[in-house]
């Protein structure tokens, strides 16, 4: 794991670009895992930036999302199906039918589960895999008491969630309840984990993902088992870390034949 502290949200999504640049242009088939919510909306400007203005292409890559509500109808601006294609994949030159996500809507939830599951077992795993941390440590939606060896399954939200995410819907009880969402030994498969936090609301639940003991409690804190994780996090959701000065060194002294 490396943890790598910038001077704001700008330069976490520059350096996070970076990161997918590297793979899109090493692999012949990337395959992408793309989050939602606002952490990575700067990255994926950045992203949309770099297709427009420096072509950047994902015409060769496939992605899938990392989670979704069950019971939103299809025409629901918040599916999170509908959210990836309005902040991202519809401006870029990703193919539509390259674009997965599991559905919400399913007749039998627990079949859609192990299909998505599959999926991305049979697209050759995910090489990078974006994720952000919810202010309780969740990752994805693997609420505290998640198992570490989790796939793909149903999850039900905690108030403390659902209250996070009522800013994007009119009120709370418009938040649904059930989730579908890739399990954190789904997360652990991936090849190159990029978990992102900025905001000083991000500290606490950085801190026990980095530098706390690795437990159910923090879901996110399955970094620490990833055998490739990078942490961006800009200087405010940096402040209760213990050992922050040691990563602000390692990160001046990276020698520049090391890639991320």
């Known amino acids: 794991m490396e943890v790598i502290v910038l001077p704001d949200p700008a330069a976490v999504a520059r350096l996070g ?55 939103l109808p299809p025409e629901h601006p918040q599916r999170y199906a509908a959210v990836i294609r309005r902040g991202l994949t519809d401006h870029l030159d990703l193919k539509p039918d390259a674009v997965h996500g599991p559905d919400g809507g399913a007749g039998d939830l627990l079949t859609e589960c192990a299909r998505y599951e ?26 505290p008491g998640s198992s570490l060896t989790s796939t793909t399954r149903l999850k039900t939200l905690n108030a403390r969630t659902r209250a996070d995410n009522a800013r994007f819907f009119t009120g709370i009880d418009e938040v649904p309840r059930h ?3 890739q399990g954190l030994g789904t997360i652990l498969r991936s090849r190159h984990l990029l978990l992102l936090a ?36 800009d200087q405010a959701a940096a402040t209760a870390l213990e ?18």
């Open 17 to 71: 670009a970076d990161v997918i640049a590297r793979v899109l242009g090493l692999r012949p088939d990337p395959v992408l895992g793309l989050a939602t919510g606002s952490t990575p909306e700067p990255l994926y400007a950045e992203l949309i930036r770099r297709h427009r203005e420096e072509g950047l292409s994902f015409a060769h890559a496939r992605a899938f999302t990392l989670d979704e509500y069950v019971g």
């Open 118 to 143: 599959e999926a991305i077992v049979a697209a050759g795993g995910v090489d990078v895999q974006i994720a952000g941390v919810g202010s309780d440590g969740h990752i994805a939606f693997n609420e």
């Open 179 to 181: 989730v579908i969402t």
């Open 198 to 233: 900025t905001g000083a609301s991000k500290a606490p639940a950085v801190a026990r993902a980095v530098e706390g003991p690795l437990a159910a409690a923090c879901p996110a804190s399955v970094v620490q088992l990833h055998p490739h994780a990078t942490v961006l996090l």
């Open 243 to 260: 050992h922050v000065d040691y990563y602000t060194e390692v990160w001046a002294s990276r020698p520049a034949w090391q890639p991320l």
